[in-house]
């Protein structure tokens, strides 16, 4: 009984491990375009002088609302696209963790 009940227990904690790989494996998608996207351009304003609130502060409102749906559209592509890569692919967008199937599909 007490040997059924070690190999559960090590049956779980390999399933658990190999739950964590597989979401540090996804995770890792997004590191390249949250370094891309987000951090770049705010080093680029920072290291220029300028702060993002004197840049709101100047943009007129009909930007900021054009410049958020804009915003917002390529968010959702890029989780649409991930999703993709992550369930019909059976991998990442990082090459260092391509996709085991070809996408063919929408």
Known sequence: MQRARSQAE???RDE???QMKTLIRYASSFVAP???CLVLPYLIIRLEGQTLAHNLQSASVLRLVTGG???LAG???FGLTVRMF???GRGTIMP???TRHLIMGS
């Open 34 to 36: 949250i370094l891309m």
């Open 86 to 88: 992550i369930l019909i």
């Open 10 to 12: 090590v049956w779980l």
């Open 96 to 98: 260092w963790d391509p």
């Open 16 to 18: 658990h491990r190999s």
């Open 75 to 77: 968010a959702l592509l």
């Open 69 to 71: 749906l804009v915003t």
